[in-house]
């Protein structure tokens, strides 16, 4: 079982890097926080994806149907961060005495 | 597979002609679901990211708010979940049921650990006075514009979450019970495939609303 050492090996590795994200949250890196924890996150996802569910090993076809939605994802993402760059400010004052209703 | 693995695995369904195309079926089904569940939490994460630059400050409070220490306990309890399931795949690989079956049960065990965990996270937001929609008395001694948002996206994606653990837990429990029986290698690693999901899901919610 020489593949269940290496997952041990990544689980390890998943604990210190969600611990170094704990410990960079009190760290007051201003707006660097988000991307930071973002970037992190990602690489965590990475260790997962390859190690523990093994996509690297799978057919082609599996390879595929994540591919077409990694895809997906691009575009959605894409459009918002283009929504969020060029759309307006928010035009809502803050309420005065009641309190906000969500969405 | 071997011989010995085909004569103590259960028969293939009807429809297909060997083990490996029923395998290779059930993971194009897992690939393409997975990948939709992914565009439905992106949309989530997506309206969170795009809220978040019009109302930053609401979202510093919100997540100042937040149950930061049980949020990370859970961070933990899924990635140790998650290492362990992947275990037990490569146990049921080596032959190794028992240890698969214990594994995969101990997965679903954390699970559970999991629930209880955000329940009580409910629980304290809910005395605080802390709902949904920007109900509460919270939200009158904290009448920041934004914030009622913070919280009912918080309560949107980490439901829809727990909704996902709560299912993953119950297939693991049955999947664990079948591997103490012999159960077919790919249905463990299809279940796995969708525990790593919730996992990977949570690995981004974490930052968003307890970190950032």
Known sequence: ?103 | MSDAELADTPPTHDHYATLEQQAAAVKIALAIFLASEALLFTGIFALVVAYQSDWPHAFQIGIAHNTKVLGSINTGVLLISSTLVAVAVDAQRAGRRVLAGSLTLATAVLGIVFLVIKMTEYAQHFSEGIYPGGRGHFFLEHPEHGLPTFWSLYYLATGLHAVHVTVGTGILVYRGIRVFKGSLQHSLEASALYWHFVDVVWIFLWPIFYLA
Do not use: N, Q
């Open chain 1, 1 to 103: 079982m020489t593949g269940a050492k290496t997952k041990l090996a990544s689980g390890s590795a998943l604990i210190a890097l969600a611990i170094l994200s704990f410990g960079l949250s009190y760290a007051h890196l201003g707006h660097a926080s988000i991307g930071v924890a973002f970037l992190i996150a990602a690489f965590k996802a990475m260790i997962v994806g390859a190690v523990f569910m093994e996509i690297g090993r799978e057919k082609a076809s599996f390879k595929l149907a994540l591919l077409a939605g990694a895809l997906l994802l691009a575009t959605l993402l894409g459009f918002v961060a283009s929504d969020v760059r060029m759309r307006d400010p928010p035009p809502l004052p803050p309420p005065a005495t009641e309190p906000a209703r969500g969405i």
